[in-house]
Structures are given as C-alpha cells and as structure tokens.
C-alpha cells in the first residue's frame, strides 16, 4: 500500500509511518509545517495534526480524490459537517481513538449506563504535557454516550500516552471501568487496521467501532 501522512513530524505521525513501513508499506506523501513532498499519488491519506490543518487536509484528500482516515481531536462541530460532506465523495474514517480497548470501555459504559441510570458518573482523563486539546477527543466520546451533562477531570502529566476512566457512584458502592494506552504504537495499529478496513469500501463516513465489529 502507498500511504500518505499529514503532520508527519509529530508523535503519531512518525509510529504510524514506522509501523506501515515495518508491514511493507511505502511513504508516497508527507505534510507539515515544513512543506509537501510528493513522490507519487497515495492510495490512502491519514491525518494527525491539529484542527487548523484540517482545510489542507480536506483539499489534498479531494485533490488526490483517495480515502482519508484522519485521528486530529479537537475538531469543531462544523469541521465535522465538512468531513460528512467530503464522505460522499471519498471514504473517511474519523475516530478520536483508534484503540479497540477503548471500544471494550465504550461498550462497557453503555452497559453501566443503561443499568445504572441514577448513580453519579464521573470522567478522568490524564494526558502528556504537549496535548493541545482538553478535554481529550477520547472523553468526549465517553461524555456523549450520556444524555446528561457528565463532569470530565483532565490531567496533563508527564509523557502518559493516555489513560481514561468513568466512574458510576451510589451511596454505598463505586464501580469503575478504565483504559490505559501504553504506547502510541496501538493507535498506530489502530490507523493499520482502518487501512485495510477502507480497502473494501465505498464512499461514506466510518467510525473505529465500525471498523472493529464488522466483519
Ligand atoms: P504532535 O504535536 O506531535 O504532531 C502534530 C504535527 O502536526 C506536528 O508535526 C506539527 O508540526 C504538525 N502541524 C501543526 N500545525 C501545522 C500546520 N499549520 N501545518 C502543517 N503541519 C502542522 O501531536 P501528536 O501527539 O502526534 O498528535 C496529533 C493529533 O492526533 C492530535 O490532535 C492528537 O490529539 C491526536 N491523537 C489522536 C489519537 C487517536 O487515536 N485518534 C491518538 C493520539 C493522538
């Protein structure tokens, strides 16, 4: 597969171009703030940057006319709307987390949530220090599982890749489910597995949950 990275020279972007060379992937296209570099079109474009790249995201992704999977958090509500329109020309997937033990917390959340609908609930999040957003994109998709307004802590702490956890309290018993990343190589997988996911789709705006439970 030829792939092409948007914020290159970041964190994600230099696991992800590492771990799709180690499974014989080949680097055909790269942006940051250091300019293009082209050597051929890609087959797939993946973008982890920061929301204010997001319109050459969408010009590059329209330009090469390829499927785009894009990681960025922080995006407004409006840039959203943008990459549902771009999906019925290309196909996208968006997630905020491309780790599946955050499904496995996501599902069970839900479940938590169905059967507890009067304990209080509590979200934590803790992040590296150089994470621009907060709350993290991760909590935001915990927080809308709920139908109520769910109170989030983040921490910006040293070098964690990233840890969530939610909380459900009564007065007499506390149950909580938790994720911790313990590298930035499982988002990477994460973006791989997308990858092969997108090979046999058509057109349309996919989730991470949609790329794990279909088959
Ligand atoms: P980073 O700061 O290390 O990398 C961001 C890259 O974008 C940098 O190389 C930077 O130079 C580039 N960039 C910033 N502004 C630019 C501009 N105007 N033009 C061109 N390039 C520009 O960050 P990171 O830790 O690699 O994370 C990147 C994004 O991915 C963040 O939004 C982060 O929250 C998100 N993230 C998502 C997941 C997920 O699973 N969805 C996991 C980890 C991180």
């Known amino acids: 597969m030829k792939f092409g990275i948007i914020g290159i020279n970041g964190r994600m972007g230099q ?14 296209f790269s942006f940051d703030k250091d300019g293009e570099n082209k050597t051929d079109k890609p087959d797939i474009l993946i973008d982890f940057s920061l929301p ?6 969408l010009e590059f992704t329209l330009k090469m006319k390829v499927p785009l999977i894009i990681g960025t958090t ?5 840039q959203l709307r943008k990459l ?5 020309e290309v196909p996208v997937v968006q997630s905020y987390n491309f780790s599946i033990g955050i499904q496995m917390l ?8 169905d059967n507890l609908p009067d304990w209080d609930v509590e979200i934590s999040e803790t992040h590296h220090r150089f994470k621009k957003d907060k709350p993290s994109g991760t909590a935001i998709m915990i927080q809308n599982i709920f139908d109520k307004n769910v109170n989030t802590s983040a921490l910006r702490l040293g070098n964690v890749a990233g840890d969530h956890s939610v909380s459900f309290g009564s007065l007499g018993e506390i149950v ?6 313990l590298s930035r190589r499982t988002f990477a997988e994460g973006v791989y597995k997308s990858a092969q996911f997108l090979k046999h ?9 949609e790329v794990i439970f279909s088959k």
């Open 15 to 28: 696991e992800i171009k590492n771990l799709f060379q180690e499974y014989g992937s080949n680097i055909v």
């Open 52 to 57: 204010e790249v997001f319109e050459k995201t």
């Open 74 to 78: 922080g995006l407004s509500d409006d």
């Open 84 to 88: 549902r329109e771009i999906s019925s």
């Open 106 to 113: 996501l599902k069970a959340t839900e479940m938590l949530n």
């Open 176 to 181: 909580t489910v938790s994720h911790r990343a």
């Open 201 to 209: 789709k058509t057109n349309g705006l996919y989730t991470f949950k």
